[in-house]
């Protein structure tokens, strides 16, 4: 674990090694911001995370906008700290 817990922010964090990494990253003490596009699925793997004693802040937007995007970001960055 970090002495001083990162912030990190993973994008396409609902499957696959966007999971996989936001997962591991967690493991490690990072508190995880998690992004994409179906937020029941980012609920669950938020969930896993927090159940391993880490936190998570979920944001469902599309990558492909940007504003929506900048919005996520403010989101889990004010639920989290800085990223």
């Known amino acids: 674990m ?7 922010l993973i994008t396409g964090a609902s499957s696959g090694i966007g999971a996989a990494l936001a997962r591991a990253l967690g493991r490690c003490g990072a508190r995880v911001g998690l992004m994409a596009r179906r937020e ?3 609920q669950a793997v938020a969930a896993e995370i927090e159940a391993e004693g880490s936190e ?3 944001a469902a937007c599309d990558v ?14 004010e639920a989290l700290g800085p990223v």
């Open 2 to 8: 970090y002495d001083n817990p990162r912030c990190v």
């Open 64 to 77: 492909r906008d940007r504003e929506k995007v900048l919005a996520a970001i403010a989101s889990i960055e």
């Open 56 to 58: 998570a802040a979920v």
């Open 40 to 42: 029941a699925a980012l």
